[in-house]
């Protein structure tokens, strides 16, 4: 069992598309290597179906400002709002700890 006992952020995104949905996958995986090239950055987990929820893992609170005030990052969320999604919702948590079972 691994155990993480230093706190860190986690980022929950959940959402809803919208029908058309044209450029998106191209620009999830863009922003999903840019986030990797932050300061600060852990890690992230992501899953989809009717509802997506994305969770980005986060050093401190000034790493995940730093990664929503990023020039791409702050378009991609434009075009979000304009074509992607017809609805999201964004929790910012800390994590007090951590385990898991078996293998991934």
């Known amino acids: 069992m691994k155990q993480h ?3 860190y952020y986690a ?14 996958y191209k620009m999830s995986e863009k922003m999903e290597q840019l986030a990797k090239k932050q300061p600060g950055y852990l890690g992230m ?3 989809r179906n009717e509802v997506g929820i994305t969770v980005s893992y ?4 000034e790493a995940i400002t730093n990664w929503k005030q990023q020039s791409d990052h702050l ?3 434009l075009k979000g709002q304009q074509n992607w ?19 991934k």
């Open 58 to 61: 986060w050093e401190s609170l």
């Open 5 to 7: 006992f230093k706190p």
């Open 11 to 24: 980022v929950i995104f959940t959402s809803t598309q919208k029908e058309h949905i044209e450029g998106y």
């Open 75 to 77: 378009q991609a969320q």
């Open 45 to 47: 987990d992501n899953a």
């Open 85 to 103: 999604y017809s609805w999201y919702n964004v929790k910012v948590c800390k994590v007090e700890r951590e385990y898991e079972f078996g293998n």
